[in-house]
């Protein structure tokens, strides 16, 4: 079975900001890792997904995640943040044959 | 042109009716599915068709049926609504060769059960 666990319900930061959103996983099959976004009240949309090879994967609007098996992570990072980053994150492992997400990393920038 | 479409977008209903929600993909894929988003924004998958056969069934009540009437269209009918159903739902369709695994989601339903 596969499971997700997002380490912060909310993260703060203040604009042009560094940030990293933590993702922990859990799989008994092949990994393969994804980042979705969820503007306020719109649908989800996929950031970045990580399937085999480079451990680094870019992702769009400047996010990147790093895989990280040993330690059983896919964290998100953006250098420099900007107000329109304000939304909810999600962090999903692909089982055999669904996503299953984490619970959501709300993400607020502050000017 | 939007990819994921569903109708309609908000959804008010009193406890007991039936109703239905309708999505539409325009991205030729084979995989389509229902996702439901709690006041949490927990989400959950319900169900996932492939090329309108039904492929997984996440214990949802038989109160929930869906429907394709082909490959490109995946309907939600939920009879004796509940409160415990409002919540957002979402379908997705989701993507082959070079987009493999990818899932593109609809703008969502907001269903109000009153």
């Known amino acids: 079975a596969q499971s997700v666990t997002q380490l912060d319900s909310q993260v703060p930061v203040f604009e042009e900001a560094p940030v990293e959103l933590r993702c922990n996983y859990s799989?008994?099959?092949?990994?393969?890792l994804f980042w979705y976004v969820q503007y306020p009240n719109q649908g989800l949309q996929l950031l970045l997904k990580y399937l085999s090879g480079s451990t680094l994967v870019k992702g769009i609007n400047g996010f990147e995640a790093e895989f990280n098996k040993s330690q059983t992570s896919f964290h998100l990072r953006k250098p420099s943040v900007h107000i329109s980053d304000t939304a909810e994150y999600f962090c999903?492992?692909?089982?055999?044959?669904?996503?299953?997400f984490g619970q959501g990393t709300r993400l607020t920038i502050n000017p | 042109d939007t990819a994921v479409s569903q109708t309609p977008k908000y959804l008010v209903t009193q406890m007991g009716n039936d109703k239905s929600i309708k999505c539409e993909q325009n991205?030729?894929?084979?995989?389509m599915y229902w996702y439901k988003q709690d006041s949490k924004k927990f989400l959950k998958i319900m169900f996932s068709y492939n090329n309108k056969e039904l492929i997984i069934n996440e214990t949802v009540p038989n109160r929930f049926s869906p429907k394709s009437p082909d490959k490109a269209h995946l309907n939600l009918h939920i009879n004796s609504l509940e409160l415990g159903d409002s919540a957002v739902y979402f379908c997705a369709s989701e993507g082959s060769g070079q987009g493999a695994y990818e899932q593109y989601f609809g703008p969502g339903t907001r269903l109000t059960v009153t």
């Open positions: 999903a492992v692909k089982g055999a044959q669904k996503l299953v």
């Open positions: 799989s008994s099959v092949s990994v393969y």
């Open positions: 991205l030729g894929h084979d995989t």
